[in-house]
């Protein structure tokens, strides 16, 4: 996966489009019929034959080379994201920076899940120094609020979720690096579009008990993140 170039990689999603149709690529706004309007450093001049794209699962169409610029603002981890439908190919990683997941059961029950214990997790990040995947390579980051501690039911759905976000932890899902909407603070450890609950017996944030559909919003987010039961069965 290390040896493939961006353009290699880029090639492995794509199905040859014979002839492009008569629509604007949505990544460059410009026609698909004409060159790309991408004009970035490392743009590496393509044949006329393999200048349009057509993405093998979802069929979206794109200039090969706007794919590749894509490709290379990302965090280049061999997997593609279509921008207009999300379809994922490959194995979508994020840029969370290291720390430690860790999770127990507790023997109290969450409002609305009367029936079970719950299940704590516990994340754990440290401050740091950014890498080449995060906004400002070379600048501290913040880490605020760690360890953060997070609920669910300890019932056959909780559980199953469970598995998953320890399949999004090993990706990097689960934080990113940036600007926290709540605290306005850039440059630290934020969420990353799969939501926790990080109260237990109240709901004051917003992001407590009840909720009854907190477990399919979530198994929802990871499937956004390419994380579905499948990836649960495995780990
Ligand atoms: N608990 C759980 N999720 C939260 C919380 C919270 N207290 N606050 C915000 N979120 C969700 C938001 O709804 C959003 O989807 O996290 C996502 C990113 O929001 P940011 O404010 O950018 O994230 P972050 O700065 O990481 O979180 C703010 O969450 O866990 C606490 O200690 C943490 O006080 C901090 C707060
Ligand atoms: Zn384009």
Known sequence: RKGKTPEEVVKKYLQKVKSPPEEDC??????LGGP???????????????????????GHQYHFQCLVAMYNNGNKDGSLQCPTCKTIYGVKTGNQPAGKMEYH????????????KSIRIIYNIP???????????????????FPRHCYLPDSEKG???????????????????????????????IWNEVHHKTEFGSNLTGHGFPDPGHLNNVLEELRAQGITEDDGLME
């Open 36 to 58: 790309s309007g991408y004009k970035g450093p490392g743009v590496t001049p393509v044949s006329r034959a393999e200048s349009v794209g057509r993405l093998a699962q979802c």
């Open 105 to 116: 059961v507790i023997p109290h029950s969450l409002p609305g899940h009367p029936d079970c």
């Open 159 to 189: 559980r199953k979720v469970l598995k998953l976000l320890l399949v999004a932890w090993d990706r990097r899902l689960i934080f990113s690096i940036g600007t926290s909407s709540t605290t306005g603070e850039s440059d630290t450890v």
């Open 26 to 31: 949505t990544i460059c706004m410009e026609p």
């Open 127 to 145: 401050p740091g120094l950014q890498g080449a995947e995060h906004p400002n390579p070379g600048k501290p980051f913040t880490a605020r609020g």
